[in-house]
């Protein structure tokens, strides 16, 4: 088929990133907005040897999962992929997805090993406590914030986005109007000119407290006072504004310098009652009532009964330690981002919580100096909660070495997942049972909590 040639395919399946999949004569389509059990006229984009990718030009037939999206961008908006999908095939569509990458890349069989119920949201909207908004200029010169329509970095213009939170929007109109009225550029990508990036706003779910953030190219924006009164006038409960000070060409959004213009630089949330700091550059998990029941299904594979030394590697900020540490013996944490563990130490005393200890460095390297020492001694369960890259082979290597009796694995990519729990079976461990979060509702991501126990347990 040539670029631009009409076609009909009824829609079998969904890809892993929630495109359409369907079929010509044998020859795979992967076809975006469309649902399983749709039929479709489509409309070739790009062809390669065995498979092409088509957009949507008409829905002939509806799939009976199929629902309209209440996102007017959702669409050409590169967040939620699956809004047109029900939340109840989104929950399934996740199940499926965690179960397939198990089985074929982890290469365990169904039936040796439990699988729990998906744990869905009640409510899957407006869960986001934050949002980075980049900002630029539209084509008719307004400038605006919203979000990079999908595979670019073109900005769509967006003020309430609907699973993020509902004085974002407010929040969104004082910046950008403050910038017309003061001249203040976007930054342009190409020209690596204009002073502000982005927008982040962070939201406290137990307090309201609300922290904003500006990303800016330079080191410092004129008339900041302006903005800061504009801001805490209109939305009352903006308790802190930073600038964070990024003039590196890069598409990594923070930078590490930030200048507190107004508040005390940081949030305070909870999780399952631990209180927690957020500062513009902390990691803190974005949907506050699913990570309750996330960590909370963690707490629960690990069986704590108040004496055991738990490991928790990668552990940011200290969530899960903490979380873990009022029901164990001795929690050890290591990061290797100083700023997090200087957050974790922060959020210890915070709540506290006097037997939580944490470290900076790798895994790998500080885990040797732990089963050496007096201190920490060899552990009874290892929590990992790695990035979507998973864990380092060396990581992995250290587990195997330490032995604990049970590994309680947190996960943010089923692939990469799969794969290190063959390592870690093929280490010693039996796959025992595991239960998939949904953590993003609307999109293709999941998290999954896995249970390994060693063989000789």
Not at 44 to 71: F, H, L, Q
Not at 341 to 361: Q, S
Not at 396 to 423: E, G, H, W
């Amino acid at each position: 088929m040539e670029k631009n040639e009409v076609f009909t395919a009824e829609i079998t399946d969904l890809t892993s990133e929630g495109e359409g999949v369907g079929k010509t004569g044998g020859f795979t389509w992967f076809i975006k907005g469309t649902v399983p059990g749709d039929t479709v006229t489509a409309s070739v984009m790009k062809v390669k040897k065995t498979y092409g990718y088509a957009r949507a030009v008409e829905v002939i037939k509806a799939s009976p999962d199929r629902v309209d999206a209440r996102c007017p961008i959702a669409g050409p908006c590169g967040g939620c992929q699956l809004q047109g999908l029900s939340y109840e095939a989104q929950l399934r569509f996740k199940a499926d997805k965690v179960k397939a990458a198990v089985t074929r890349i982890g290469g365990f069989f169904e039936g040796t090993f439990e699988t729990e119920p998906i744990i869905g949201m009640e409510d899957p909207w407006r869960y986001r406590n934050k949002a980075q908004y980049p900002v630029s200029r539209a084509k008719d010169g307004r400038i605006i914030a919203g979000f990079y329509a999908g595979h670019t970095h073109s900005v769509i213009g967006c003020t309430d986005c609907l699973i993020g939170a509902e004085t974002d929007g407010a929040i969104l109109h004082i910046v950008t109007e403050f910038m017309e009225k003061y001249g203040i550029e976007p930054y342009d990508e190409e020209t690596r000119r204009g002073l502000i990036r982005h927008v982040l706003i962070r939201t406290s779910r137990a307090f309201g407290e609300i922290l904003v953030c500006l990303v800016i190219n330079g080191d410092s924006m004129k008339c900041a006072d302006k903005l800061v009164e504009a801001l805490v006038t209109a939305v009352p409960k903006v308790s802190t504004v930073c600038l964070n000070v990024n003039k590196e060409n890069t598409n990594v959004i923070l930078g590490d310098t930030v200048k507190c213009l107004f508040g005390s630089g940081y949030i305070t949330d909870t999780i399952g009652g631990v209180s927690f700091r957020i500062s513009p550059q902390s990691f803190f998990q974005v949907n506050p009532v699913q990570v309750e029941k996330l960590y909370g299904k963690a707490l629960e594979y690990a069986g704590l009964t108040g004496g055991e030394t738990v490991w928790d590697l990668y552990c940011g900020v200290g969530t899960i330690s903490l979380f873990m540490a009022r029901h164990a013996g001795r929690v050890f944490g290591v990061e290797v981002v100083p700023q997090a563990i200087d957050n974790a130490k922060e959020n210890a005393a915070l709540n506290g919580i006097t037997n939580a200890f944490f470290t900076v460095g790798k895994a790998e390297e500080i885990t040797p100096l732990w089963l050496k020492g007096a201190d920490a001694g060899r552990p009874d369960v290892v929590c990992v909660d790695p990035p979507r890259k998973g864990c380092d082979a060396a990581c992995l290597n250290a587990i195997l070495q330490a032995a604990p009796q049970k590994i309680v694995y947190v996960s943010c990519d089923p692939a990469s997942l799969a794969r290190d729990l063959k390592i870690l079976a093929g280490g010693g461990y039996t796959l025992k049972k595991l239960c998939p979060v949904d953590m993003f509702p609307h999109t293709v991501h999941v998290e999954t909590v896995v249970l390994l126990q060693r063989k000789d347990t």
